[in-house]
């Protein structure tokens, strides 16, 4: 059986960018010795489905993805589902093609999607940390709380046409309607209690854009997330708590930050989640654990001396 390249995007992704590019980023990706099958994206889940069917057929050589937040959640999903059943374990290209890219951005890949796609062949494999929320994986982030609501109510249609400023106009709106929730959390053997209306586990140089929140000694593959929980506050205080979070500096009594291995959250009543800017339920309990070095992905070699990676 001949081994297989599996290319997942979402055609709508971004500002569907990958439709106007897709011919030559499918040039970059074809391979002599293999069959390069193509399989855009319908509906929620399609990514994962895919993943996992052509994993466990056993002769896929490597998979690329093309989308945004989502569809990457939807495809490392696929392939860790798949892993835990056979062990197999092939490279991911990621080809960034959403709205703020933040993940793509820490591995520093290419904004040019044809670059991105040489990858397959030039770049370096990475292995990278995921992590655990209950029984799905995540990427890069899960959070609950003040704005999380906004990446998954924003319309596609908006995204494509604002682009990041769709989502700084729809968080603005949050701000008249802050809640709180009364939370219990354990985290690797230390433990805080309180009224919070924010909190996130995260492994990104950049949330929403944005660059410094989740610390300064950031490392996509030591075995460690970045958790920042924020208290309610008083108005007053906003000025100096968005001051110390510009400029990672927890020293805010009403700040709680710690790099993590297990987290766990406990609440009366069900709080809703986002997981790498989707919808990820409503829960009580929440227990998030990192799996060390999860995913190879395909790098570009420049990333040597930025974290450890292998050929």
């Known amino acids: 059986m001949r081994e297989k390249v599996l290319f997942v995007y979402n055609p709508n992704a971004g500002k569907k960018k990958i439709r106007i590019k897709l011919n030559d980023v499918v040039k970059e990706l074809v391979e002599e010795d ?13 990514a994962k489905d895919t993943v996992i069917s052509y994993l466990r057929e ?6 690329i993805c093309s989308g945004g937040d989502g569809t990457l959640h939807e495809v490392v999903n ?23 890219n933040d993940f793509g951005n820490s591995l520093n890949l290419p904004k040019d999607m044809v670059e991105g796609a040489r990858l397959g062949k030039e770049g370096m494999r990475f292995p990278c940390d995921m992590a655990v929320f209950n029984s799905e994986y995540f990427v890069y982030t899960a959070a609950f709380g003040l704005f999380t609501e906004v990446s998954y109510s924003t319309k596609q249609s908006m995204k494509n046409v604002f682009g990041h400023l769709a ?16 939370l219990k959390v354990s985290y690797d053997d230390r433990y805080t209690e309180g009224r919070f209306i924010y909190g996130m586990v ?18 996509l593959n030591d075995g460690y997330y970045e958790m920042l929980l924020v208290k309610d506050f008083k108005p007053y205080e906003l000025p100096d708590v968005v001051n110390c979070l510009m400029h990672s500096d927890y020293s805010n009594p009403n700040l709680i ?27 009580k309990v929440a227990e998030i654990s990192i799996r060390y070095r999860a995913i190879d992905f395909m790098t570009p070699k420049t990333l040597i001396g930025i ?5």
């Open 78 to 100: 696929g392939m860790l589902t798949a892993e835990a059943s056979d062990g197999k374990r092939v490279p991911l290209v990621y080809i960034p093609a959403g709205s703020t």
């Open 257 to 283: 930050y710690a790099r993590v291995k297990h987290v766990r959250f406990e609440s009366e009543t069900e709080i809703p989640y986002t997981l790498d800017g989707e919808f990820g339920g409503e829960y």
């Open 58 to 63: 056993g002769a896929c050589r490597k998979i």
């Open 167 to 182: 989502y700084i106009l729809n968080g603005a709106a949050s701000l008249t309607n802050i809640k709180k929730y009364n």
């Open 307 to 311: 974290w450890e990676g292998y050929e």
């Open 202 to 219: 995260v492994n990104s140089v950049s949330i929403g854009g944005f660059k410094g929140i989740t610390g300064k000694n950031v490392s």
């Open 34 to 46: 293999c069959d390069l099958v193509l399989s855009p994206t319908k509906k929620h889940g399609d």
